[in-house]
């Protein structure tokens, strides 16, 4: 009997490694650059029509045959309520299927499970994915030109000082799932195992690269919570860009594939930046010779330096180091990794320009509060990878209507927390999209633009602000104006 209790405890054993080893990657790439599903409609409008969602779902095999279940009619539905402000118990597979069902006449009504079915397919996700390329498309290619000419001066300036086309911040970001998703595919959260032996809650993580220029992203990846970020850079969106990122994406392998690609990076650094010093500067340009040979953590930890290290790996680096009494312990002493040149950038413009990363931290606080970019509560991965994307897709949507506004109206001062969480005004047109009809969407897009020129301009900056250089547009003035490197023999 024992023998037979202990046989079966073995076999639970085996089946579960059988199942880790069987089981799906949690993984889905979009990108600017991606050739599948291509169209030929030329604004939103067009994109979003019940027609073309309909002939798209058929293209993508989400919809085989004639059905009762409307692809259209529940994607536009789902994105009318995932543009509005979704209290979190609201935000449930159960609240997006009565919200079907609700625009529909009793005949068409489907049961909770039919629908949940119609959903929980790879054909059903490659559908979304299809629809979020085509607006990205739209942004990044059709509009990109047009977007350009209307940036901030100081920004132009910025890039015209870089000798770089745009600028470009990478960042991962995480959102944790229902601890039954980890039995059903691969999605390892960060943290310790809990203290019964359990692992952490599971999670995911979305890797984003967010154009300064674009105001969106251009390549979106999503992986398990532990997926590394450093593989998460894919240097053939980043030609003739400039790199900023956290420590995280420290990385000397790829440091040098990003300078064959042609890209500038500023990465944030470690204290204890190893390597041999072969070129030294002071903050006035006066060179250092007597630190020559020398290592990083033998020049005073308070002295601010711009100094060029060769690596253990035979690699040339720029390192700048700036000390800041007013910082908290961890904070005093910033350092950065660059492959800008000098003659390009002093260090102090380096320094201020790194700060410009807060705007994918300001652009994934936007998608999340503004957008609903969160799990929803199931344990299917094609279901929770579909809403990811429907939030995406919602993003990209008030990227559109921002950049439509900024050429209608001549203006370049909209603010990006501003456009994506003043969800009242798109509630409008989603709703437009999913119920109305085409000239009733046309009159509801042209009252939505000039709701977002008189409402979504960034606020005039405090006295504290100001200070603090919190402000874009001045921060930018400030790197611009702020005097570049000149050396002094010393």
Aim: glycine residues 4%; positive net charge.
């Amino acid at each position: 009997m024992i023998y037979g209790f202990l046989f079966n405890i073995i076999n639970v054993f085996k089946i579960k490694e059988l199942n880790k080893k069987t089981m799906e990657q949690l993984s889905l790439f979009l990108s600017t650059l991606s050739n599948d599903f291509q169209t030929s409609k030329t604004n939103l409008i067009d994109i979003l029509s019940k027609k073309h969602i309909a002939s798209l779902s058929y293209d993508t095999k989400a919809c085989i045959r004639n059905r009762k279940f409307s692809f259209a009619d529940y994607l536009l539905g789902a994105l009318t309520m995932m543009s509005s402000s979704i209290r979190e118990s609201e935000f449930t597979l159960n609240s997006f299927h009565m919200n079907y069902n609700s625009h529909l006449g009793d005949e068409f009504k489907m049961t909770h499970k039919c629908i949940h079915k119609q959903l929980d397919s790879e054909e059903s996700l490659t559908l979304i994915k299809a629809l979020v390329v085509q607006v990205m498309s739209l942004v990044s290619k059709r509009l990109a030109k047009q977007i350009k000419s209307h940036l901030m001066e100081s920004l132009k300036d910025l890039l015209s000082l870089l000798k770089v086309k745009d600028i470009v911040l990478i960042d991962g970001t995480e959102l944790d799932l229902r601890n039954s998703c980890a039995d059903n595919f691969e999605c390892k959260g960060k943290g310790r195992d809990r203290l019964d032996g359990s692992s952490a809650r599971p999670g995911l993580k979305l890797h984003v690269a967010y154009s300064l220029c674009k105001q969106s992203f251009i390549y979106v990846e999503v992986s398990e919570a532990v997926g590394s970020e450093r593989d998460r850079v894919y240097q053939e969106y980043l030609q003739d860009c400039l790199i900023i990122a956290d420590r995280g994406y420290i990385d000397e392998a790829l440091e040098q594939t990003l300078i064959k690609a042609g890209a500038q990076f500023l990465i944030k650094g470690r204290a204890n930046t190893n390597g041999t010093i072969i070129d030294a500067y002071a903050d006035d340009g006066s060179r250092m010779k007597q630190y020559i040979g020398k290592k990083l953590k033998d020049i005073p930890h308070k002295m601010n330096v711009d100094v060029t290290i060769r690596t253990s790996k035979g690699n040339t680096l720029r390192i700048i180091r700036r000390y800041n009494p007013n910082g908290k312990n961890r904070d005093k002493i910033s350092v950065l990794r660059t492959s800008v040149l000098r003659k390009i950038a002093g260090a102090k413009q380096l320094y201020l320009l790194y700060r410009i990363r807060w705007n994918i931290e300001l652009f994934n606080k936007a998608a999340k509060s503004g957008c609903n970019l969160k799990s929803i509560n199931s344990s299917k991965k094609n279901i929770i990878l579909i809403f990811i994307l429907l939030s995406l897709l919602v993003s990209l949507i008030k990227t559109y209507c921002a950049a439509k506004t900024m050429i209608k109206h001549k203006i370049d001062d909209l603010s990006l927390l501003k456009v994506h969480t003043y969800n009242v005004l798109y509630e409008k047109l989603l709703f437009a999209f999913a119920y109305r009809n085409r000239s009733t969407i046309y009159q509801v897009f042209k009252e939505l633009l000039g709701e977002i020129a008189l409402c979504c301009k960034r606020s005039k900056p405090s006295q504290r602000d100001r200070l603090l250089i919190k402000d874009l547009p001045l921060l930018l003035w400030q790197i611009v104006n702020q005097p570049g490197f000149k050396r002094k023999i010393s």
